[in-house]
């Protein structure tokens, strides 16, 4: 059974940056693909950024040049570097893993295509 642990959230000003970490334990497929998502108070859970074992990755246009996502096989672990933050990125964090690769477009940040799912870091980013 596949685990996910975030960490790295907490509150950051406007401009700012941080690193959120994923940690992925139990992982046995041959082929993943990893996620962010976020959720606002009030609003649906939304794709921040994916990766997959082909080393794709794909962003959503807000986060889009202020955000990377990379992995790391030998750790075992995801992370999202955010730089220039801004108030509207502020959320609750979540990494996912589906169970395949090589997604097309319209499933790469869609919630549907992760199976496991971690619990989740708060990002405030305010002045």
């Known amino acids: 059974q596949v685990q996910l642990a975030e960490s790295g959230g907490g509150s950051v000003q406007p401009g700012g940056s941080t690193r959120l970490s994923c940690k992925i334990d139990?992982?046995?497929?041959?082929?993943?693909?990893m996620a962010w998502f976020r959720q606002a108070p009030g609003k649906e859970r939304e794709g921040v950024a994916n990766?997959?074992?082909?080393?794709?990755?794909r962003y959503e246009d807000a986060v889009a040049g202020r955000f990377t996502i990379s992995q790391d096989y030998a750790e075992s672990a995801l992370y999202l570097q955010m730089n220039s933050l801004k108030p509207e990125d502020t959320g609750m964090y979540y990494c996912?893993?589906?169970?395949?690769?090589?997604?097309?477009?319209?499933?790469?940040?869609?919630?549907?295509?992760?199976?496991?799912w971690g619990q989740g870091t708060q990002v405030t980013v305010s002045s």
């Open positions: 990766i997959d074992t082909y080393g794709t990755a």
């Open positions: 139990g992982n046995t497929y041959s082929y993943w693909t």
């Open positions: 996912a893993l589906a169970t395949f690769a090589g997604m097309l477009d319209t499933q790469a940040l869609a919630t549907y295509s992760y199976k496991f």
